[in-house]
């Protein structure tokens, strides 16, 4: 069974740094994407930074120069630091990994943390 297990989350100030893990267990392939989605209330979900296996990122202009994305293949664990963070970065943020063998495409989610941001 695949898990991916977050923890991280938390209440800080504004102007205050969080970091966010994401560990995925019970893979026995290789995970091509890892990333971050968040959803704040009454809003749309939104992408808010992925990888690849290769280390290619790709983040939402929002957090662009504040967050950094990284990842540890050997163990499918990724990373969001979160620095300099707004009122706006309050949301449940939710992990993914997406695995992708010959044609065909899954992808598992966290079960989400909360971050708030206080001003």
């Known amino acids: 069974q695949v898990q991916l297990v977050e923890s991280g989350g938390g209440l800080v100030q504004a102007g205050g740094s969080l970091r966010l893990s994401c560990a995925a267990s019970g893979m026995s392939l290789s995970i091509n994407t890892m990333g971050w989605y968040r959803q704040a209330p009454g809003k749309q979900r939104e992408l808010v930074a992925d990888?690849?296996?290769?280390?290619?990122?790709n983040y939402a202009e929002s957090v662009k120069g504040r967050f950094t994305i990284s990842r540890d293949n050997a163990k499918n664990t990724v990373y969001l630091q979160m620095n300099s963070l707004k009122s706006e970065d309050t949301a449940v943020y939710y992990c993914?990994?997406?695995?992708?063998?010959?044609?065909?495409?899954?992808?598992?989610w966290g079960q989400g943390t909360q971050v708030t941001v206080s001003s």
């Open positions: 993914y990994a997406k695995r992708v063998v010959l044609v065909t495409t899954t992808t598992y």
């Open positions: 990888i690849t296996s290769g280390g290619s990122t």
